[in-house]
C-alpha cells in the first residue's frame, strides 16, 4: 500500500489516513470521547488491506472484512480513529527503519531513530497527531518506541488484551499496547482495552529496583532512580523501596535457564549473563514461531525484505524445534520467580532501554552491544508475561530518557495507578 503525500508532512508516521468514527453501543461507557488514534498497520480495519510493513505483503494479502476487537473496543469508547501507521516489516525491529516506507521522524531527536516496530504509532502521538495510538509489543515494540519518543508506552500482561485481527507474530510473546502522551489518556485507553472496573486503588506493597539492570545504562544511572526513589519516599515512605540483583534472582530461581547459558552470553562482559540467556530463549522462541507462522509465505513469495529483516527472517527459517520446550518452560519459571519476587502489589523498576536512542542508518554492528543490552532488559517482561509501563523521565543531553516499571500478571491496573511513582 502506497503512501501518500500528505503522509510526509506528518513526520512520516501514517501509511494511510481516514476517519473512523466512533461506534458507541447503548450501554458502552464513552471513557475515550472526543479522543482521536491511530493504529499500526498489523490491526485489521474492515476495508482496508493490513500491509504488515511490508509492500509484498500487501500485494498478496486481501482487505480485512472485518475489525481487530482491540480498535472495536476504542471505538466503541468513544475514540475516532485517523489512520494506519508506519511499521517495520513483519514486527521485526526495534529501530524504526523502513526501507520500503521511510523511517518516521522522532519528533524528540529528528536525527535519531524513533523505535520500533510500532514506529508510526510512536510517533504520531509524540509528534501531537493523535491522542493516542495502538501497537504491539512481542520483544519490546511498544516500550523501545515509548522511550526513544520520550511518551508513555503500555504493554499489558499475555493474554489479556485480545490479538485477534492482528497479525501473529509470535504469539507466545505478542501483546496489543498502546501510548499516549498523557499518563491521564493512558490510564483510560487501559481502562478500556483491559476492562477495569471503577478505580479501587490498591497501596504499593514496595518497589523493587534492579539495581544491575540500571548499571546498563550508557549514562550515569542516578539520573533515573534519584527521581524513583525521591518520589517513592516522598509518597510512600523509604521503607517501601528495596534493591535487588535481578540478574543473580533469575539464574538462581529459573532452571530451565541453562539451556541458554552457552549462546554468547560469556563474551558480554559488559551485559548481565542470566539475561542475555533469557534474552537468546525469548529470541528462539520468536523465531520459530514466526516460521510457523509466516514461513510458507516467506518461501513461496520471497518478498523483498530490508537490510536487517532479511537477515533475522532467513535464520527464522532456519529454526528448528531443539529447545522449544524449555522456552515454554522457562516463560513459566520466569512467571512464578518474579511473582515470588514481588509479592503483592510490588512494583520491579528498571530501565526501558540501555539509553537514548541511536542515531538514524547507524551501522548494525555498532549497534550489537546496545541492542543485547535493551533486549536483556526488554526479555523481563516478554518472558515472564508480565505487565509494564515505559514513563519518560526528560532528556539526557537533549535525547529522551525513561524508565520502566513491572508488575505481576494480571495487575495492569496496578501500574497505571502507580504512574506517579516515577513522575520528575
Known amino acids: 500500500m502506497a503512501k501518500s503525500i500528505e503522509v510526509c508532512a506528518d513526520n512520516g508516521a501514517f501509511m494511510e489516513k481516514f476517519s473512523l468514527l466512533p461506534q458507541p453501543s447503548s450501554h458502552a461507557q464513552l471513557h475515550l470521547n472526543g479522543l482521536t488514534f491511530a493504529v499500526k498497520d498489523i490491526f485489521d480495519v474492515e476495508g482496508h488491506v493490513t500491509g504488515f510493513g511490508n509492500p509484498d505483503w500487501a500485494r498478496t494479502h486481501s482487505v480485512a472484512t472485518s475489525t481487530a476487537p482491540a480498535v472495536l473496543s476504542v471505538l466503541k469508547a468513544g475514540a475516532t480513529c485517523i489512520g494506519k501507521t508506519v511499521m517495520d516489516e513483519m514486527a521485526y525491529s526495534i529501530n524504526g527503519e523502513n526501507i520500503h516506507y521511510g523511517t518516521p521522524t522522532n519528533p524528540c531527536a529528528p536525527d535519531r531513530v524513533p523505535g520500533g516496530s510500532s514506529s508510526g504509532s510512536a510517533v504520531a502521538v509524540a509528534a501531537m497527531l493523535a491522542d493516542f495510538s495502538l501497537g504491539t509489543d512481542t520483544r519490546g515494540s511498544v516500550r523501545v518506541p515509548a522511550s526513544y519518543c520520550g511518551i508513555f508506552g503500555f504493554r499489558p500482561s499475555h493474554g489479556t488484551v485480545s490479538t485477534s485481527g492482528v497479525i501473529p507474530m509470535a504469539q507466545s510473546l505478542d501483546t496489543v499496547g498502546w501510548f499516549a502522551r498523557d499518563p491521564v489518556i493512558l490510564k483510560k485507553v487501559g481502562k478500556v482495552l483491559l476492562q477495569l472496573k471503577d478505580d479501587n486503588p490498591a497501596t504499593l506493597g514496595q518497589l523493587i529496583i534492579a539495581e544491575d539492570c540500571f548499571k546498563l545504562l550508557n549514562f550515569p544511572s542516578h539520573r533515573l532512580t534519584d527521581i524513583l526513589i525521591g518520589s517513592v519516599e516522598k509518597i510512600y515512605g523509604s521503607h517501601k523501596i528495596q534493591y535487588t540483583n535481578l540478574g543473580n534472582f533469575v539464574e538462581t530461581k529459573v532452571p530451565s535457564l541453562k539451556h541458554f547459558t552457552d549462546n554468547g552470553t560469556k563474551t558480554q562482559d559488559d551485559n548481565i549473563p542470566s539475561l542475555v540467556a533469557l534474552s537468546s530463549a525469548t529470541s528462539l522462541l520468536q523465531r520459530y514461531e514466526l516460521k510457523n507462522n509466516h514461513g510458507e509465505w516467506v518461501r513461496s513469495v520471497k518478498p523483498s525484505l530490508g537490510p536487517g529483516i532479511s537477515e533475522r527472517v532467513s535464520e527464522a527459517l532456519r529454526t528448528t524445534d531443539d529447545n ?72 539526557q543531553d537533549g535525547l529522551p530518557i525513561s524508565v520502566s516499571l513491572l508488575a505481576k500478571h494480571g495487575y495492569d491496573g496496578l501500574g497505571s495507578h502507580k504512574l506517579t511513582i516515577a513522575r520528575p
Open 324 to 395: 522449544i520446550d524449555a522456552c515454554y518452560s522457562l516463560n513459566s519459571e520466569m512467571r512464578a520467580a518474579l511473582s515470588d519476587l514481588l509479592g503483592d502489589f510490588g512494583i520491579l523498576a528498571m530501565p526501558t532501554v540501555p539509553g537514548p536512542p541511536p542515531k538514524l542508518q547507524t551501522e548494525p554492528t555498532a549497534l550489537e552491544s546496545f541492542r543485547a543490552k535493551a533486549f536483556s532488559l526488554t526479555s523481563v517482561a516478554g518472558a515472564s508475561g508480565f505487565c509494564q509501563v515505559s514513563i519518560p523521565l526528560g532528556m
